[in-house]
């Protein structure tokens, strides 16, 4: 059986390699001749590679997956007439990028000696990673408001410690706000451009706006002319044009990194975990994942209460996540001619280095 992985899916390989035939490659370097000459059934991705026709057509290609938790690379409607099975990530780094907005709330918030429990966070979007943020808010002493119209529709029950308000309310009395939505383009719950530039209008009250699901959730001009007449502190995470990033908003931000934040060691090691296993399900193969889980399991996680002061706790969080360090580094690529700051956007990812979490609901 041929596989081809993206090379950045860690240890998938040191896995895998033994129940197939196993290729790597980079994420925006795959091409059609290649999985037609090699006659690849099964592809791994991140969210570089954009799985379309022109990608897949006239090979021998039945399952792709990403390692990520969008699929808004993946064609689906191409997928689905072609009859090929595809799979994401979903819930995998949710922890990793709900420590990465608790750090960001939390450093704000100390750095601008602002009581925790006289503040409201906003959430929309209570998926895996809203959910998590959600009760990280709660913890540190945050109001929190929600809203989820497809959940709300559906009767969920959202916990006592949230109340649900409509996006409008949401916009107008929370002091923070982030969002944790897939980008959809089309049908009743939409999030393309969800946050534009008449929403962001709304925003008054709101000192810090996190940014960290898909980059044309939010109209990034509406958020630079925010930070430019210094009505609100940006930390953002994903952008409209990756790589080709927006240098000025990142360099106005208060945190500004590459599409990191669910990039933590035991983020990306899930994500391998749900590879082995769709490639399990397509081969009716039994694989050896002890090396896998061993490798997850390694570093000791910790519970907030554990932690004396705010203070500490977001120190503790940088120490494991050098999120302070990533800022730096990335505005220093800001400040590069377009060329090769899309090159280095690209590397700052592929080459990130082992950032382990700090903390467990």
């Given at each position: 059986m041929v596989v081809f992985a993206d090379d950045n899916i860690i240890m998938l390989e040191n896995v895998l390699g033994k129940y197939c035939e196993f290729n790597k490659f980079r994420g925006r370097e795959i091409t059609n001749?290649?999985?037609?000459?090699?006659?690849?059934?099964?592809?791994?991705?991140?969210?570089?590679?954009?799985?379309?026709?022109?990608?897949?057509?006239?090979?021998?290609?039945?399952?792709?997956?990403?390692?990520?938790?969008?699929?808004?690379?993946?064609?689906?409607?191409?997928?689905?007439?072609?009859?090929?099975?595809?799979?994401?990530?979903?819930?995998?780094?949710?922890?990793?990028?709900?420590?990465?907005?608790?750090?960001?709330?939390?450093?704000?918030?100390?750095?601008?000696?602002?009581?925790?429990?006289?503040?409201?966070?906003?959430?929309?979007?209570?998926?895996?990673?809203?959910?998590?943020?959600?009760?990280?808010?709660?913890?540190?002493?945050?109001?929190?408001?929600?809203?989820?119209?497809?959940?709300?529709?559906?009767?969920?029950?959202?916990?006592?410690?949230?109340?649900?308000?409509?996006?409008?309310?949401?916009?107008?009395?929370?002091?923070?706000?982030?969002?944790?939505?897939?980008?959809?383009?089309?049908?009743?719950?939409?999030?393309?451009?969800?946050?534009?530039?008449?929403?962001?209008?709304?925003?008054?009250?709101?000192?810090?706006?996190?940014?960290t699901s898909r980059g044309n959730v939010v109209a990034e001009n509406a958020l630079l002319n925010k930070c430019l007449n210094e009505e609100m502190s940006v930390v953002i995470d994903v952008w409209e044009n990756e790589p080709d990033f927006n240098s000025e908003l990142a360099k106005t931000s208060l945190i500004a990194t590459p599409h990191i934040a669910g990039h933590s060691y035991e983020g990306k090691l899930n994500g391998t975990l749900k590879m082995i296993e769709i490639f399990e399900e397509y081969s009716n193969l039994e694989v050896d994942k002890t090396l896998l889980f061993d490798e997850i399991n390694k570093s000791t996680k910790y519970i907030i209460t554990e932690f004396i002061s705010r203070s500490e706790l977001v120190l503790q969080i940088d120490n494991r996540r050098k999120i302070s360090h990533d800022n730096l580094s990335f505005k220093e690529v800001a400040l590069l001619d377009i060329a090769e700051k899309k090159i280095k956007f690209d590397d700052f990812r592929k080459k990130y280095p082992i950032r382990n979490e700090l903390l467990k609901i």
């Open positions: 001749e290649i999985l037609k000459q090699s006659g690849c059934e099964i592809l791994f991705t991140r969210s570089q590679t954009q799985v379309n026709g022109n990608l897949l057509h006239g090979t021998n290609v039945k399952v792709v997956a990403t390692a990520t938790s969008g699929t808004d690379h993946f064609d689906i409607e191409y997928l689905e007439l072609q009859g090929i099975k595809y799979y994401d990530a979903v819930g995998t780094n949710a922890n990793s990028v709900a420590e990465f907005v608790l750090y960001s709330v939390i450093k704000y918030c100390v750095s601008n000696d602002l009581p925790f429990d006289e503040l409201t966070i906003g959430i929309v979007g209570f998926g895996n990673i809203g959910k998590i943020v959600a009760k990280y808010s709660e913890l540190i002493g945050l109001k929190v408001l929600i809203n989820d119209p497809p959940l709300y529709d559906t009767n969920f029950p959202f916990p006592e410690y949230t109340t649900y308000v409509d996006f409008d309310t949401l916009l107008i009395e929370s002091d923070i706000i982030t969002n944790h939505v897939p980008l959809t383009f089309t049908g009743k719950y939409k999030t393309f451009q969800l946050f534009d530039t008449i929403q962001m209008s709304k925003v008054k009250k709101c000192k810090l706006f996190l940014h």
